[in-house]
C-alpha cells in the first residue's frame, strides 16, 4: 500500500525516506511532522523523542532494496515497508 505524506502526518507515524542510488538503500529519518532528525531522532518541532519503525520508499529499487534487508537483518524485524505515493 503506498502512503502520502499527509497520511503519515495523519497517523503520526515516524520515517524513514528511502531512496536507491547506486545500488544501495539511502535513508533519510523524518519526524511524522515532516522535519529531517538528527542522529539523536529528537524533533525541536513537535518537542518529542522519535520512534523510526516504518521505511517509506520513493522509487522500485529502495522498495527492493528495503525488502532485502528485512529479510536478511534480524536488527530490522520491527520495521515496517510502505511506498511513498504521490
Known amino acids: 500500500m503506498a502512503m502520502t505524506v499527509g497520511e503519515l ?3 503520526k507515524r515516524d520515517y524513514f525516506l528511502a531512496r536507491s542510488q547506486d545500488d544501495e538503500l539511502v535513508m ?3 519526524c511524522y511532522c515532516g522535519k529531517t ?3 539523536e ?3 525541536t518541532d513537535c518537542n518529542h523523542k ?3 519503525t516504518l521505511i517509506v ?3 522500485p529499487g529502495a522498495l527492493a532494496l ?3 534487508l528485512l529479510a536478511g537483518s534480524p536488527d530490522f524485524h520491527k520495521f515496517e515497508v ?3 505515493a504521490r
Open 9 to 11: 502526518k495523519e497517523r
Open 28 to 30: 533519510e529519518p523524518f
Open 37 to 39: 532528525l538528527e542522529q
Open 41 to 43: 531522532y529528537f524533533c
Open 50 to 52: 522519535c520512534h523510526v
Open 57 to 59: 520508499c520513493d522509487d
Open 66 to 68: 528495503a525488502q532485502k
Open 82 to 84: 510502505e511506498t511513498l
